[in-house]
C-alpha cells in the first residue's frame, strides 16, 4: 500500500549568519579608509568572476582570496558599518555551500559555510553546533520564520518532541502571519509520527479554506486508511481523482481496496448469485484504477499481477494472457 506523506522541509537561507569575518579582524592595528575601498572592490571583482564553470579548486582559490580582501578591508577601517561586507561574504559561502549541500556533501557544506551555517551544522549531525548558530541568528536578528521551522526541525530529528513545538510556538508569537506555516508544520509533524488522529484534525482543518484540493483528499484518504477506516477512505480517494484524475498513489490506493475485497470473496467455498456479481463489479472498478496506474508505469510488475487476478475474476483469458507475457517479460 502507497501512503504518501506529507514531509515539509523549509529550510530558507535568508538571513544565515551572526558571525563571519574571522577572529583575527582585530589584528591589524593600521586604519586607511581609501586602502579599505580598494581591498573591498578587489574583493568584489573578484567574487564577480566566480563563474559555475570553474573547477572546484579554481572557486576554493577565488573564495579565499576574496575572504582575504573583504577581511583585509574591515580590519583598516574599523569605524565605518561593515554590515553591507559581512552580508556579501556570507552570500558568497552560502552559494558555494548550497552546492555542497543539494549534493548531500554536508561536511563540506559546513566548511563553505565557514562553519557559520545552522542548518549544514544540523546536517552534518554537529547538533549543539546548529543549536548555537540558530540562537545567534535569532539573537543578532537574522532570523525568519524558517529560521524557527528549521530549528523546530533540528529538535523533531533528535525526538526531543518538546522543545520541537516550544520552539514553533515562539516563531509564531514572532511572525503571527505564519499561522498557515505553523498548521502545515504540525500537520507534517504528526504524519511522521504516524498519529493520523491528530493530523486529521489538522486536515479538515486546511479543507475548510481549500475544498478543492485533490492532495489534501488524497491525503486524508491515506490517514483514513492507516487508521482501518476503509470504507471512509475509499471516499476520499475518489474525492482526490475528481479533482486530480491521474494521481496514481490514489488510484492504486483504491485498487488495492477493491483487490483485497475481492479476495475476500474467493475464499468463500461456494458463491452465491450475489457473490458473483459483486465480484465482477469490484474487479471491474479495480481495473479502471490499475489503469490508471499503468499508464504511467508501465512496467510496475506488481500493477500487472493485481490485474491479472482481476482478469481472472471476469474470466477474461485473452486479457489473462497478455498480462502474463507482460509479466513473463519483464521479469526475464
Known amino acids: 500500500m502507497k501512503i504518501k506523506i506529507l514531509v515539509v522541509l523549509l529550510l530558507s537561507f535568508n538571513a544565515m549568519f551572526s558571525q563571519i569575518i574571522s577572529e583575527d579582524v582585530t589584528l591589524l592595528q593600521e586604519q586607511d579608509s581609501t586602502k579599505s575601498q580598494e581591498s573591498l572592490h578587489k574583493a568584489m571583482m573578484l567574487y564577480q568572476q566566480l563563474d559555475a564553470a570553474l573547477s572546484p579548486e579554481e572557486k576554493e582559490r577565488y573564495l579565499k582570496e576574496v575572504e582575504y580582501y573583504l577581511n583585509r578591508s574591515f580590519r583598516l577601517d574599523t569605524t565605518q558599518d561593515f554590515s553591507d561586507i559581512f552580508r556579501g561574504l556570507a552570500q558568497m559561502y552560502f552559494f558555494t555551500g548550497v552546492e555542497f549541500f543539494n549534493k548531500g556533501s554536508y561536511r563540506a ?16 549531525g554537529q547538533f549543539e553546533k ?8 535569532i539573537q543578532y536578528g537574522y532570523d525568519s520564520w524558517q529560521t524557527y521551522v528549521a530549528f523546530a526541525d533540528m529538535y523533531k530529528a533528535q525526538l526531543k518532541d518538546d522543545m520541537f513545538f516550544s520552539m514553533l510556538r515562539e516563531g509564531l508569537q514572532k511572525y503571527p502571519d505564519e499561522q498557515m506555516s ?4 504540525l500537520l507534517a509533524y504528526y504524519l511522521e509520527r504516524e498519529r493520523y488522529d491528530s493530523a486529521l484534525v489538522y486536515i479538515d482543518d486546511f479543507l475548510k479554506t481549500d475544498a478543492q484540493n485533490a492532495k489534501l483528499y488524497y491525503l486524508k484518504g491515506s490517514c483514513l486508511h492507516q487508521l482501518n477506516r476503509v470504507e471512509e477512505a475509499q471516499v476520499y480517494y475518489k474525492k482526490c481523482l475528481d479533482g486530480e484524475p491521474s494521481n496514481v498513489d490514489a488510484a492504486y490506493n483504491l485498487s488495492s481496496i477493491l483487490f483485497n475485497k475481492t479476495r475476500h470473496i474467493t475464499q468463500k467455498k461456494n458463491l452465491s448469485r450475489q457473490d458473483k456479481k459483486e465480484l465482477k463489479s469490484l474487479s471491474l472498478e479495480g481495473l479502471d484504477y490499475l489503469k490508471i496506474v499503468q499508464k504511467q508505469e508501465p512496467d510496475n510488475v506488481e500493477v500487472l499481477k493485481m490485474m491479472l487476478v482481476f482478469y481472472k475474476n471476469l474470466n477474461d483469458k485473452k486479457r489473462q494472457k497478455e498480462v502474463s507475457m507482460m509479466i513473463k517479460s519483464l521479469s526475464n
Do not use: H, P
Not at 546548529?130 to 541568528?137: D, I, M, S, V, W
Open 109 to 124: 557544506s559546513l566548511d563553505a559555510f565557514e562553519n557559520n551555517t545552522a542548518v549544514a551544522a544540523q546536517k552534518a
Open 130 to 137: 546548529a543549536e548555537r548558530y540558530y540562537k545567534q541568528l
Open 182 to 185: 505553523y498548521k502545515n508544520e
